[in-house]
């Protein structure tokens, strides 16, 4: 039985990676994959009885998500943290390009939002699927869904004048 | 009849394509009397394909082999289990009877003398072992990285990165309390450390390692048990040594011998009765 899953799970990798991209760091969306690949293996007994193998894989990434925001630290906390040097922080893009800056915007939603407006714009999951797969109820995704949106829309209206006063210096 | 007043979370599902067909109608003439809402949606619709655009090269990204590895367990999970069940059963007979000759031996030093002296060399992660243990054990502040509280999490972790399942044993029964554990480099790939102490705050690490193969070969060659324990005395740090199929384990405390041997008996029960 598991010998049929396993490449099954395998074809939803990419897919997986790409939401865990858009929703984490690129440096963290990788482990948020394999604890996600993981944690589906640890659970492979329920597989029979999953209907929605899309939304139980993804439900599983978003409370892995939400988990690994509510302690940062904790599953790469360094033996000598205080004899560290800082780590450079890379200086943000300022091409001015419109891809860099909707990533941008993106980052700057709450997290919530975010998630819903992912599933429904990678994804393209009805907003039942997404109900179902961050485990809230229609109504809220839907709110979330209206808020997300504006939000970015004003994100990225804020920034389209940015990028055009970096152009004219 | 009249079409209902057209709400905020139709607007969306215009523009997601998840409204009934006639419904969709009702909306888009409503819109062509409402421009700035019908200007929103367009821009909704412009930022929905840009994400699209934007993380679709993730798509052909190849995938990187720890995440197929992930994926796809290199056995099926129940044929892996079974095949380790026979492997243990195999050697806990050999092993079973090892342990009994040391616990019953009158002199367990003697016993344990003439085991050193059978072998040629400790192996190199029995030094490793004893290096990590006197490396971390003086720790106050931060002995493990991840600590006993989040056992679960330290079990996923280090069964990820080891590539087999780890779970630390437990010692409550032998006055050993597990504080946590740590990854660490070996001579070519991760070993788990686990660390535990006693109500004097004196510490005990249980060492695993996958880099044994040549430890194994020289105790085969040697016509002896692959399943034996030893003992290797660095510094201060005693430590119990012992291969069992791909895994070296290491014990290593400031305790006697005696401590020791009763520890990782129950070390190696624990792990047998998986």
Known sequence: MHDDEA??????????????????????????????????WAKAALWPGVGDMRAWLFGIMHNLHVDALRRPRLPTESLDEDDMPEIPVAPKQDEGLALLDLQAALDLLPREQKEVLLLVSLEEMSYAEVAQTLGIPLGTVMSRLSRGRERLRRLLAGRAEAVHLKVVK | MKPSPITEAELHALVDAQLAPERQR?????????????????DYRTHKRALQMLFKPVLDEAVPLSLQRAAQPRRPWHLQRMAAGFALALVSGAAGWVLHAQLAAPDLSALLAQQHAQQQEEPAFARRAAVAHAVYSPELRRPVEVDAAH????????????????????????????????LLPGGQGPVAQFMYRDEAGSRLTLYVTHETGAAAAASRSASQPDLAFRFAREGAVNVFYWVDGPFGYALSAEADRATLARVSSEVYRQLAAR
Do not use: C, F, N
């Not at chain 1, 395998?10 to 944690?39: G, H, K």
């Not at chain 2, 009702?26 to 367009?42: F, G, N, T």
């Open chain 1, 7 to 40: 490449p099954q799970l395998l074809s939803w990798v990419p897919r997986l990676r790409r939401y865990a991209r858009a929703l984490a760091s690129s440096s963290e969306a990788d482990d948020l994959v394999q604890d996600t690949l993981e944690r589906a």
């Open chain 2, 26 to 42: 009702e909306v888009e003439a409503w819109l062509a009397e409402h421009p700035e809402e019908a200007q929103r949606l367009a």
């Open chain 2, 151 to 182: 056992e679960d999490q330290l079990v996923a972790w280090l069964s990820k990165r080891m590539g087999s399942p780890m779970k630390p044993p437990h010692l409550q029964a032998q006055g050993y309390a597990l504080e946590g554990g740590r």
